[in-house]
């Protein structure tokens, strides 16, 4: 290979460097700012609605038994920033491998100040000290922005959502979150377990720092934003979990496993557009309500209950 040859292969390289390096500044300032967009745009929000599926699939043993379970979530919900009001409802649904599947059904309406839950049929209502605190619980789009916000994502592409162009980015969160995600995990499937297991667990999972668990799980964020608006429009959560003794670090206990995968996507429609919100006949509501048809606009026909 002659010098010449050798000079301009050295240079073609040191250009590629150069170009790859820029490209990576280049996706991180992008990242940096579609993030910041993204969450001026979500806090700007007056309305919006939601839809929010998930599965998880788990499996479980113990010294004298296995079992397995699929939990599948599908809630639906809606915000109206201006009047501080929020709705959303659950249908949940275990299926045990072999056995009976049970069915949850879950509604929240969050108005003039006030929780009111159904949980299969029963009500109960909870006055909210701060309105504006009450309301971040239930700004859905708010929170999994912050989410994003929280975690080291990256740029992969676009693709067409809804018709409409959006970026793409995946990442994964900040260790403190991962870990906090991965407490959750393990409580929902300690809950879902069709066996019995060591109550020592929950224990484990308020303190994740001193357990294997971050070493033995798995937490993956894609998200899609809107090109033109910057608005969120969809994201996934994917997460897996593997505990045993060892892994939680728990002595003297029956040797157990569980390990469970869970997939979360959220999507998010109707930004700015009217929105019902009202508290439903026979809600159980202790004291004087408003309830009626709100909007972006305001309360419409609103009337004591």
């Known amino acids: 290979m002659g010098k010449t040859t050798i000079v301009l292969t050295a240079l073609a390289l040191l250009i590629l460097q150069v170009s790859w390096t820029y490209a990576q500044t280049n996706d991180t300032m992008n990242v940096d700012s579609l993030t910041q967009r993204m969450t001026e745009q979500a806090k700007n929000l007056t309305t919006y609605s939601y839809a929010v599926n998930s599965e998880t699939k788990a499996t479980y043993s113990n010294s004298s038994s296995s079992g397995n379970v699929t939990v599948v979530s599908k809630s639906q919900g809606a915000v109206d920033m201006r009047n501080r009001a929020a709705r959303s409802s659950m249908f949940l649904e275990t299926m045990p491998g072999g056995g009976e599947s049970k069915v949850d059904l ?4 969050f108005i003039n100040g006030s929780d009111y839950t159904n949980w299969n049929g ?16 239930h700004n859905e789009i708010v929170q999994q922005v912050n989410l994003i916000d929280m975690s080291e994502m990256e740029m992969v592409g676009t693709e067409e959502l809804d018709g409409q162009e959006a970026y793409v980015l995946r990442g994964a969160p900040s260790q403190q979150l991962y870990r906090t995600y991965l407490g959750l995990a393990l409580v929902s499937a300690y ?24 070493d033995n799980g798995e937490m993956v964020l894609t998200v899609w934003v809107d090109k033109d608006t910057y608005l969120l429009k969809k994201n996934m959560i994917e997460t897996k979990v593997l505990a045993t003794p060892v892994i939680l670090n728990l002595t003297g206990e029956e040797d157990f496993m569980i390990m469970a995968e869970t997939a979360e996507t959220s ?39």
């Open 122 to 137: 029963n009500w109960s209502s909870n006055a909210v000290s701060n309105i504006t605190e009450g309301m971040k619980v």
């Open 267 to 305: 999507t998010f429609t109707d930004f700015g557009a009217p929105v019902m919100i009202a508290l439903p006949d026979g809600a159980g509501a202790s004291g004087p309500l408003f309830v009626g048809q709100i909007n972006s606009t305001g309360c419409i026909a609103c009337q004591k209950s």
């Open 191 to 214: 809950a879902s377990s069709p066996i019995s297991l060591p109550r020592a667990i929950l224990s484990a999972s308020r303190d994740i720092n001193s357990t294997k668990l971050p």
């Open 106 to 109: 879950l509604e929240i309406y």
